[in-house]
């Protein structure tokens, strides 16, 4: 990340546009290889294990705070990305 802030600094974007656009609403579902799933969720009616407070802050706290991203922390381009998702967290 020292040497290359730039691209830190995009794949962040990436990770925050993902959460705060792509994500939520959060829902359990299958997939191709858990195909039976569906029904027994939907009978159950079972919900994510975290609130979705929960989930926004540890997005940002597990990868935005990180201490491995602390060099970029003064960057505009980095304070932007903490904004946007302390916005999409409220």
Known sequence: MNKFPEKSIEF???Y???CVEGFFPFELRGDPFF???DPWLKDFDVS???SEQVIKNS???DVLLNPAFDSLHELPEY???VQ???RFIE
Do not use: S
């Open 12 to 14: 962040l974007e990436k």
């Open 16 to 18: 925050v546009d993902t």
């Open 35 to 37: 195909d039976l799933i």
């Open 48 to 50: 994510a294990p975290r």
């Open 59 to 61: 997005m940002m706290r």
């Open 79 to 81: 304070q932007r990305l």
């Open 84 to 86: 946007k998702m302390n």
